[in-house]
Structures are given as structure tokens and as C-alpha cells.
């Protein structure tokens, strides 16, 4: 088996499956972070224990590979560990370094030298509107070509809340570490992503880097081809459009 980019090393799994989910602890489950870093997916500390950031990078895998994003390690999940896709970029001939924001899988890609470096889970504007705290606008997170400008190291507090490293790209809208990343769209335009991915994104997305927010057609994504689309919905089983945008806005933006 070879690995999608030559720059991406095979860490060992074994070929049978080996059920892994939340709470789980062994061998197996560093392994697999191990796995999934060597793919440009960080799952935070390489510790024993299958932990609130390697569910969330569990998630983005399982996006990444056509997958709907479970609380688990499943079959198909162990099978595109051994055999990964490629990453495909959203932006044909795009800059060699850049971010892509997949408003539809709810994915964060960034590209290095023409190759994926970090793929992250997301959580992106829940497309409704919303009044808080004196502060009323429609949450939404605007497809388009940015670059990155102002960043802020460490937390800030603004209207709508606490943002972790913010990069702002679009005005007021910024790259973001959450306490609160969802499976669904949920912020107030901002692009959350989970607290252990938010340093490396603030070194890589430098001022001037550049940023393409887009919503692929079903068939431009890796869900398309596979038959099945990323599971988007809300807990109560709505999927978070802009007509049915889920569950209440909660933290920061």
C-alpha cells in the first residue's frame, strides 16, 4: 500500500478490525492517532485514551473519506485507515499554499507546497438568523476567495463570545479555536475548529495566506462518489440548512 502523498509515512495497523470508540484505551488507540497525524489529520496528544479531540478528528476523517462521522472507529472507518483517499482540492490550479473551507462537509484543508499539511472538522455559520446581546445578523459563513488578515494569539472576547486564536479573513469572520465544534453548522458566521488544532492553524494561515470558502454540488464531493453524504444533522435529526438551521446558536461566533 502506498499513501496518498509521499510525504505522509505508514504507521503500522493491523488487518483485521478492532472496534475503537469514545472512552477506549490501549495500544490500539495510539496507533491509530499515530495513523491519522502521518495522514494530515492531528488528533491532539498522542496519549492511550480515545479523547474528545481524536472524535472530533475521527469525524473529519470519516468526512474526508465519504464517510458519515460516528462516535467510533467502524469497519469502513478501519478500512480507509489502511486505505486512504487522496485529499482533492476544492480550488483546481490554486496557490501551493492556501486554505480550503468544504462548507458542505464541514471541512478545513490547508495546503503546503501543493499538499495537504492539516485537514480539520469545522463548524461553520448555522445559516439563520439570530439577536443576542443587543447584536442581530444572520449567521452565515459567505463562499468566496479571501485572504487572511488580522489575528489575535490567544483568547478573545467579543459580542458574541470567546474566540481561540482567531484569523480573520473576511471582515469579521475568523479561522477560530471552539470549546464547542458540533457535527453540524453552528456559529455565528466564524469557522470554529477544535481547540488542539487551533496553534498550528494560527502559524500556518499567515497574513496574506490565502482562503476559499466554498459548497461543492454533491457531485464535486467525495461523498457523491461514494453514495453516501457526511451526516450534517442536527441531534433532533434536522439537517442544518438554511431553512432548518438546528439547534439554537451557543457559543461565540
Known amino acids: 500500500m502506498v499513501d496518498p502523498s509521499p510525504n505522509f509515512r505508514r504507521v503500522p495497523l493491523p ?3 478492532t472496534a475503537i ?3 477506549s484505551r490501549g495500544i490500539e488507540v495510539y496507533n491509530v492517532k499515530k495513523r491519522l497525524k502521518r495522514l494530515g489529520f492531528p488528533p491532539g496528544n498522542l496519549t492511550l485514551t480515545y479523547d474528545p479531540a481524536l472524535r472530533m478528528t475521527v469525524w473529519a476523517f470519516q468526512k474526508a473519506n465519504g464517510l458519515r462521522p460516528v462516535n467510533r472507529i467502524d469497519p469502513p472507518t478501519w478500512h480507509a485507515l489502511l486505505h486512504p483517499r487522496p485529499i482533492r482540492p ?11 473551507i468544504d462548507l458542505r462537509r464541514q471541512l478545513l484543508t490547508v495546503w503546503s507546497r501543493g499538499r495537504p499539511v492539516l485537514v ?16 442581530c445578523g444572520f449567521a452565515e459563513t459567505p463562499a468566496g476567495d479571501f485572504r487572511a488578515g488580522q489575528r489575535a494569539p490567544g483568547w478573545s472576547t467579543g459580542i458574541l463570545g470567546s474566540m481561540f486564536h482567531p484569523v480573520y479573513f473576511n ?9 464547542l465544534v458540533p457535527r453540524y453548522p453552528a456559529s455565528h458566521g466564524c469557522v470554529r475548529v477544535p481547540l488542539h488544532n487551533a496553534v498550528d492553524l494560527y502559524r500556518l494561515l499567515r497574513p496574506g495566506h490565502p ?3 466554498r459548497r ?7 461523498h457523491q462518489e461514494s453514495g453516501r453524504e457526511p451526516d450534517l444533522r442536527t441531534p433532533g435529526g434536522r439537517r442544518g440548512t438554511s431553512r432548518d438551521p438546528g439547534p439554537a446558536l451557543r457559543l461565540a461566533r
Open 171 to 179: 471582515g469579521g469572520i475568523a479561522v477560530h479555536g471552539s470549546t
Open 15 to 17: 488487518d483485521q478490525f
Open 120 to 135: 480539520s472538522h469545522i463548524s461553520t455559520g448555522a445559516g439563520r438568523p439570530y439577536c443576542e446581546k443587543g447584536h
Open 90 to 100: 476544492l480550488v483546481r490550479n490554486g496557490e501551493s499554499e492556501r486554505t480550503e
Open 211 to 213: 482562503v476559499h470558502v
Open 216 to 222: 461543492p454540488h454533491l457531485r464535486d464531493g467525495h
Open 21 to 23: 470508540r469514545e472512552g
